[in-house]
């Protein structure tokens, strides 16, 4: 298991938002969850974390935007986008903004904890 780290998740979907936190918990991980991309921001700035996942279909301040700002502060921060809907995905944009991964919804928690163990 890799040492315990301090992971920052979007997601407009509390249901979604609680089953991060409950699972990567157990695992050891700080999970901080925001339901909305300013508020994420705001927590991003207050306590930079190892890793960002964010839900790309959001209002007002979307997944593109929080992984855009996330990327002018931290090159080097895994950034990884959950998303229902495929046609969101640009991927000559994800390539720039050096996204380590697109998980399309449904996902298994188990595969979102595997990324995050290839990611550190």
Known sequence: MAASL?????????????????????????????????????????????????DLGMPEISGWQVAETVRKESIEIPIIFITAVSNQVDPALVQRLHIAEVVRKPFKIGQIKDLIYSLT
């Open 6 to 54: 301090n992971i920052l998740v979007v997601d407009d979907n509390p249901e979604i938002l609680m089953m991060f936190k409950e699972f990567l918990s157990l695992d050891g991980h700080r999970v901080r969850t925001f339901e909305d991309g300013e508020t994420a921001l705001a927590g991003f700035r207050e306590d930079r974390p190892d890793i960002v996942i964010t």
